[in-house]
């Protein structure tokens, strides 16, 4: 892979920086990535023909199910998988360069909240824990580590013990950062008598993952501000096919980092982009970050961008399993 579009990815300012550097690295895949190359020819799209980002052939991610979707040859060093509802293929995610995904969610994370060594992080992911090859646990435990506080850590059912610690940190007035997948957090709320969490970050990761009814996210944050004493509720947009994340600080709407867009496509015609904002579509992502796999993405999830360059998620298509980190249909 070339170093300097490597390198160049994680220096992005600008939108027309972004645009150049989306269509090199379309180039670059479109002919090294075998499943893809497959999926271009089989739309009969020919690469050259590609001028702007809103004509890249965008691959579903169900073809992460059953295919290796890989850049390059270099060797594999970690394979992430979905975790998925009962009789469902996850998807599994070939990952052959970690440190690209470490400087992706540390970068985004300085540029969303800042040095992860000025937190205490708590983390309360059961399930996610008990299984292997989770990404969203992979990023969390080296969130921790970055962290440097004896207080971090996985929490998973030791409920107590993380209501002390987030005391303790508020006490000593530290900024406290409570990671949690939706159902956990719920349960976190509905304990006969909830912890008063004011002043901390609550984070849900989305994800109810059979353990409790899907509600939408509205009435879930809406339960976890008051019960919890907090005003927003802070929100992770990520999967385990992409290398980057979108952050929400409230109100649902999400933010990436610059070298991730969300472009929205027409239900009806899937190979077409919006080009205004405010229309309902599928959510598609650019994560330039996943150089080494398919940094052009076509999710399942349902939803719209705002004039501000925030996107927010509505829900999924109804053909599709609520799985992983994506968030609850509505």
Not at 173 to 180: D, E, I, P, R, T
Not at 317 to 323: A, I, M, Y
Request: charged share 25%.
């Amino acid at each position: 892979m070339r170093n300097d579009l490597q390198e160049r990815i994680f220096t992005l300012h600008d939108l027309p920086g972004f645009r150049e550097t989306a269509l090199e690295v379309f180039r670059y895949q479109s002919s090294g990535n075998t499943v893809y190359k497959e999926f271009i020819t089989g739309l009969r799209c020919d690469p050259d023909s590609v001028k702007s980002p809103e004509e890249i052939p965008f691959l579903p991610v169900e073809f992460y199910r059953n295919r290796e979707v890989i850049t390059g040859n270099s060797p594999v060093q970690i394979v992430f998988k979905s975790s998925s509802t009962s009789g469902s293929v996850p998807g599994s995610h070939f990952v052959t360069d970690l440190q690209i995904y470490e400087k992706s969610f540390t970068s985004a994370f300085n540029i969303f909240y800042g040095e992860p060594s000025d937190y205490l992080i708590a983390a309360l992911l059961p399930s996610y824990t008990e299984r292997e090859g989770s990404s969203l646990v992979y990023m969390a435990e080296k969130l921790i580590v970055m962290s440097r506080n004896p207080l971090s850590g996985f929490y998973r059912d030791d409920i107590p013990g993380l209501v002390n610690a987030i005391i303790r940190g508020k006490n000593e007035n530290q900024k406290v950062l409570l990671l949690g997948v939706s159902f956990a957090l719920l349960d976190l709320a509905e304990m006969k008598s909830p912890p008063d969490l004011s002043g901390v970050i609550v984070m849900e990761t989305g994800g109810m993952k059979g353990r409790r009814k899907e509600i939408t996210r509205e009435e879930l944050h809406s339960i976890l501000t008051e019960k919890l004493n907090v005003r927003f509720i802070h929100s992770e947009y990520g999967m385990t096919e992409l290398m980057s994340q979108a952050y929400s600080k409230g109100e649902g709407k999400f933010y990436c980092p610059p070298w991730m867009k969300v472009m929205i496509r027409d239900p009806q015609d899937p190979l077409t982009i919006y080009r205004e904002t405010g229309r309902t579509g599928g959510i598609n992502i650019i994560d330039l970050a996943n150089i080494n796999s398919c940094s052009f993405l076509a999710t399942s999830d349902l939803g719209r961008l705002n004039a501000d360059g925030s996107f927010e998620v509505l829900g999924r298509f109804d053909n599709s399993d609520v799985r992983g980190c994506n968030l609850m249909a509505e």
